[in-house]
Nanobody
Framework: QVQLVESGGGLVQAGGSLRLSCAASGRTFSNYVMGWFRQAPGKEREFVATISASGGTIAYTDSVKGRFTISRDNAKNTVYLQMNSLKPEDTALYYC???????????WGQGTQVTVSS
């Protein structure tokens, strides 16, 4: 079992920055692919970014490339999402995900709200 707790969301003006954190419980964090997803009101949850267990492979959705950076610290059981040059369309509830596909395991946090004002 992995429990995920997101933090760092808030209200920011367009062009501003936020850093989201996701702290994971358990001793097997380093075995999980970690990801960030978001869900805006009235829309489906969408992929934002993912980082492999070792941190060597990273991917982003096109709309955040060059603005967001995902990273992880396996010693701290934490994954981060640095968000720069924020836009109003980035407004959403941001969720952290831990995935271990080989074992069919996937866990979600409760989400942290990001609101970008124009």
């Amino acid at each position: 079992q992995v429990q995920l707790v997101e933090s760092g969301g808030g209200l920011v003006q367009a062009g501003g920055s936020l850093r989201l954190s996701c702290a994971a419980s358990g001793r097997t964090f380093s075995n999980y692919v970690m990801g960030w997803f978001r869900q805006a009101p009235g829309k489906e949850r969408e992929f934002v970014a993912t980082i492999s267990a070792s941190g060597g492979t990273i991917a982003y959705t096109d709309s955040v490339k060059g603005r967001f950076t995902i990273s992880r610290d396996n010693a701290k059981n934490t994954v981060y999402l640095q968000m720069n040059s924020l836009k109003p369309e980035d407004t959403a509830l941001y969720y952290c995900n831990a995935d271990r596909q080989a074992l069919g395991l996937s866990y979600w946090g409760q989400g942290t709200q990001v609101t970008v004002s124009s």
